[in-house]
């Protein structure tokens, strides 16, 4: 390792390294990073003569990291935040700059605040690129492997480098279709009826953001969904329940009704979270602060 002239790696060849060894392939890696296919193979290529070692092998349509490749990572994730802190104190124009941001939400959280946003970005004249990808229950690992710039959820990784706000208070709330019944009047009734929730990849259902009673009682549900924006089509013309935030009346569940649980629950909050290596940047104030004004002026129309 001695050898190698550090001088010639710059930001761009450690950033085409993490993101081949998170996304697992170059094709993926190339549509992330916007640049065509040859390029990143191009990098790869200098990547591995460089550290006179493959990096990657091939194994089937994945690119698998060699035991070099993974020693790596958290050096080359370091000399890119370090290289990030360069840029705390740049002059910053959103009007002059080309943001990009990836967003870890689920549909509810990213359809409550980010359609406003994009039309006043558009509005002002702004260049800002925003890719969305489920939240899940986000990690700490992938907010510390770059692969989020923000996320937003009522479930923020618990860790000391990762920053977490608050931003939107709600409760949950039943919804169901209006003509076909009414809401339960009782905690057995509410557990025994037949229930809607929204599944998420990590195994996890909207109902665990129930808190404060005893789930246990709860019926299994009869149907679940991959998003909060499949419900009406599915409680539409049903006897059926979902439990969701109240937030969902304010998107495509308007139509439903809504009404409090049979038994008090706590209240749910949504956070903002980020990894601190972005703390500081402009960019990333932007859009934070973005996002916050959105938030309040949502909150002041509910209360």
């Known amino acids: 390792m001695n050898e190698i002239d550090f001088t010639s790696i710059d930001g761009k060849l450690l950033r085409t390294f993490l993101v081949v060894l998170q996304e697992g392939s170059a094709t993926g890696a190339a549509v992330r990073l916007g640049v065509t296919q040859s390029t990143v193979s191009h990098s790869l290529g200098r990547l591995r003569s460089l550290f006179k070692d493959p990096l990657f092998i091939r194994s089937g349509h994945r690119l ?11 050096p080359v994730q370091s000399v890119l935040d ?78 000391s480098d990762i ?42 259902s909207s109902l665990r953001a129930l808190r404060g009673v005893d789930k246990s009682g709860i019926r299994k549900a009869m149907i679940s969904v991959p998003n909060f924006g499949a419900i009406p089509a599915f409680l539409k013309g049903t006897d059926l329940i979902s439990t ?40 990333h104030i932007w859009l934070r602060q973005s996002v916050q004004g959105i938030a309040d002026d949502v909150m002041s129309g509910i209360h």
């Open 64 to 74: 698998v990291p060699t035991d070099v490749a993974l020693t790596l990572r958290r």
């Open 82 to 159: 370090g290289m990030r802190e360069l840029t705390h104190r740049r002059d910053f124009d959103p009007s002059q700059e080309v943001m990009r941001f990836v967003v870890a939400a689920n549909d509810i959280q990213r359809d409550l605040i980010f359609p406003r946003l994009v039309r006043e970005v558009l509005s002002e004249g702004l260049q800002v690129n925003l890719e969305f990808i489920p939240s899940g229950h986000p990690t700490t690992e992938m907010m510390r492997n770059d692969r989020c710039d923000l996320a937003l959820t009522p479930f923020p990784p618990e860790a």
């Open 163 to 204: 920053i977490q706000k608050p931003i939107l208070t709600a409760r949950m709330m039943c919804f169901f279709d209006g003509a076909m019944r009414g809401p339960p009047g009782t905690w057995d009734e509410y557990c025994t009826a037949n229930h809607l929730a929204v599944q998420f990849p990590d195994g996890g």
């Open 244 to 283: 969701e935030l109240e937030f969902m009346m304010l998107g495509a569940s308007s139509d439903l009704m809504m009404a409090p649980l049979p038994v008090d629950t706590e209240p749910v909050t949504i956070y903002m979270a980020w990894h601190q290596r972005s703390t500081n940047d402009p960019a």
